[in-house]
């Protein structure tokens, strides 16, 4: 059991929630009303003749000479913004961990965290979508491509909604779709505003726990996470916010804090997770046990850094204000 969970948090690592990285400094998300950032971002998707040169999240100006015919992405995040561009056809490799869209289950596999540079080599990709998350552990393997005459762009580790609309750009910018990165930008932000305008107008807030392990071993997304910033969207308190990124707490200190909902985000590695939180021991005077408003989300919704996080909010919306939204 405890394998099993360790292999969902190395997940997570994969999909760009980094345990550490969510802990690090600010990134100001207020600057896109300025008429310099959107200047800079029309700039983004007015280049769309090769070759093109980006600078990556590796700080390496990246210089991309064709249009890219083969991808192989070494992340799902990366995978599902490609697939949301367009790029289906083009993609011919992608990560173990890969499960949206469906379409990836007919891609070649390339590895996980230890990527098989062999088999991406003999993929014959034009460019690879590396990710600053794994730079750590794989900068060897990228400098072993790019020895290779493959060309490899490390795209950003997003960590909030405003640099997933980066890491977008950046993709569409690499592969000429700049067009359909400011398209899908532009409707993951209109979904977002609809949610928050009417959250606006809720006047008492629930509290919301994101449990993402279960008991005994409880972990809860604190602040810095996507998590976080989707209970601002909605107007909703984070019951652990002054705790930073993924903590480890005991089901003494949940039953303190007291949520009036729980959501769990472990529903596709367990059975009936809704019902383990309700069936606790010493938890039936916990508001979100005793109301029965404790609920599953699917995790990737709500902590991967791609085109579906819009989706998330929504989904988190109409579980704590289903009176507003549903």
């Excluded at 959107?38 to 210089?63: L, R, W």
């Excluded at 599902?80 to 596999?109: C, M, Q, R, W």
């Excluded at 209970?231 to 949520?259: H, Q, S």
Aim: proline share 4%.
């Amino acid at each position: 059991m405890k394998k099993k969970w360790f292999s969902f948090l190395i997940l997570f690592l994969l999909t760009a929630v980094v345990l550490s990285g969510c802990g690090g400094g600010e990134t100001p998300v207020q600057d896109e009303q300025t008429g310099e950032q959107k200047e800079e971002k029309a700039d983004q998707t007015e280049e769309t003749a090769f070759p093109v040169t980006i600078k990556d999240a590796n700080d390496q100006e990246v210089t991309i000479e064709a249009e890219p015919e083969r991808i192989v992405s070494l992340v799902p995040s990366n995978t599902e913004i490609a697939f949301a561009l367009g790029l289906g056809d083009e993609i011919v490799g992608v990560s173990d961990h890969d499960n949206y869209p469906e379409e990836t289950a007919e891609k070649e596999k390339i590895g996980g965290m230890d990527m098989n540079i062999e088999k991406i080599i003999s993929l014959q990709p034009d460019l690879v979508l590396a990710h600053e998350s794994a730079l750590h552990s794989s900068e060897a393997g990228l400098q072993q491509l790019r020895d290779a005459g493959i060309t490899v762009l490390v795209v950003n580790e997003a960590v909030n909604f405003e640099t997933v609309y980066d890491s977008i750009y950046m993709i569409g910018k690499a592969t000429g779709k700049p067009e359909e990165a400011e398209e899908i930008v532009t409707t993951m932000k209109e979904r977002v505003e609809n949610v928050r305008t009417k959250a606006a107008e809720i006047t008492e807030k629930k509290s919301v726990v994101f449990e993402i392990m279960p008991a005994p071993d409880i972990y809860v997304a604190g602040s810095n996470t996507f998590m976080d910033e989707i209970l601002t969207i909605i107007n909703a308190e984070n019951a652990v916010g002054d705790l930073e990124g993924w903590p480890k707490i005991n089901e003494e200190t949940m039953i303190e804090r007291n949520p009036d909902i729980i959501i769990t985000t472990y529903g596709h590695y367990t059975e009936n997770p809704v019902e383990l939180v309700l069936k606790r021991d010493g938890w039936q005077d916990v508001n979100a046990v005793k109301n029965k408003q404790v609920y599953d989300v699917v995790s990737d919704h709500i902590a991967r850094s791609g085109p579906r996080l819009a989706e998330g909010v929504e989904e988190v919306a109409k579980a704590v204000y289903p009176e507003v939204f549903n």
